[in-house]
């Protein structure tokens, strides 16, 4: 008969660490699948990694080629500017020889 009551009693034990077994296991289902939700984006962003990374690079290419072209076109404006100095301090030099021309020829 002891023994009737000891297993009854158990029981009594039983149930509620049973119960909170269960919903134990409910957090963990919920944390599992919280955890494979936060493995598939993580999975997704790095299939996704290849084209981000060859978009990136041309565009990065592009933008070289640009600054390029844009070093070139400044070199071409200093080059210009400078001939452009040299043009007038020519232009003032043979103005200022025939004006000593004139002048030496009518006296000045």
Do not use: Y
């Amino acid at each position: 008969m002891e023994l009737i009551d000891d297993l009854k009693k158990s029981s009594v034990k039983i149930i509620p660490e049973l119960e909170q077994l269960k919903a134990r296991r409910s957090e963990l289902e919920q944390e599992l699948l919280k955890v494979n939700a936060t493995i598939e984006r993580h999975e997704s962003d790095l299939t996704k990694l290849p084209n981000v990374i060859r978009q990136k690079k041309q565009e990065m290419s592009v933008k070289v080629r640009e600054g390029k072209s844009i070093h070139k076109d400044l070199e071409k404006i200093v080059g210009t500017a400078k001939e452009h100095e040299k043009a007038l301090a020519d232009i003032d030099s043979i103005c200022l020889n025939a004006v000593k021309i004139i002048d030496d020829a009518l006296g000045l």
